[in-house]
């Protein structure tokens, strides 16, 4: 390997230990991928779930019912 951007230094690697070094150092230097923005359908997203403070004053009564 005249032309080799890496170099063993000191011992006698097999090719396998090589392989694995290098998808070492492939897989730490590729950024990792962003979660896809998925908008979230409101039947399955749990926290329509929790309850929500009670409204107060007048209409509290009407507005209780209302799911959002």
Known sequence: MPD???KIV???AT???IVAVVLALTRRATPPKAPSARKTDPWR???HR???PLAHGLGAWRSCSLPF
């Open 4 to 6: 080799a951007d890496m």
């Open 10 to 12: 000191r011992g006698d």
């Open 15 to 17: 090719a396998e230990e």
């Open 45 to 47: 997203d749990p926290t």
């Open 50 to 52: 929790m309850r929500k």
